[in-house]
């Protein structure tokens, strides 16, 4: 098994466990007289948790389109990828395995694709950096200047196929995940949800 698919599937198996335990909190906690979790007010204050969580991964978005082009921030990067993380776990707790309502239940299905796909994005964007990483050595071993190396390195980045399909993915469901959410959230608000 190569180091890749031995990564693959420790990164899906922990997706179907977070998934697993995040449905079986939910369940725990909907155990309770009266109703299912996400409809308490502390199951309420989760999904508003959750919702101010993954709010924090469009400062990576908008820190890569608005700020300056010189560096992109690991931090930045990492923070986008965290809360892309424990954001929809929050959710997934507030919301369990109810699908009574279709504005929440196609909001979750496109967080989940958004999800996914940033999983897969991670994977394409280690995949760029390390065929970057070694185009550089090679045309640093045949001399070229620095200001030739970055030019050439910029284009390739440019060129990268795999890296704009799944752009074409992740950006139009992250967008398409927040209507659905905001929809959820009007709704949820005018029948009285707080």
């Known amino acids: 098994m190569t180091p890749i698919t031995r990564r693959f599937r420790t990164v899906i198996s922990a997706f179907l466990i977070a998934i697993a335990l995040g449905l079986l909190i939910e369940a725990l906690l909907s155990l309770l007289p009266g109703w299912p979790f ?4 502390q199951g309420h204050r989760l999904g508003w948790l959750g ?6 991964t469009t400062c990576y978005s908008l820190k890569k389109r608005y700020g300056h082009k010189t560096s992109w921030s690991k931090t930045w990067f990492w923070a986008h990828q965290i ?6 776990l929050l959710i997934l707790v507030h919301a369990g395995a109810h699908f009574h309502a279709l504005a929440p239940v196609l909001a979750l299905l496109a967080m989940g694709i958004v999800v996914i796909s940033g999983i897969v994005g991670v994977a394409v964007h280690r995949k760029a950096i390390s065929l970057l990483n070694a185009t550089r050595q090679e045309l640093h071993s045949q001399g070229l200047p620095d200001v030739d190396i970055s030019s050439r390195l910029f284009e390739l980045a440019a060129e990268e196929e795999s890296f704009r399909v799944w752009r074409m993915i992740h950006v139009p469901m992250a967008i398409i995940f927040w209507i659905l959410a905001l929809c959820h959230i009007s709704g949820a608000l005018y029948f009285g949800g707080l």
Do not use: E, N, R, W
């Open 83 to 88: 809360a892309g993380i424990i954001g929809p």
């Open 38 to 41: 996400g409809h308490t007010q």
């Open 51 to 56: 919702f101010s969580v993954i709010l924090t």
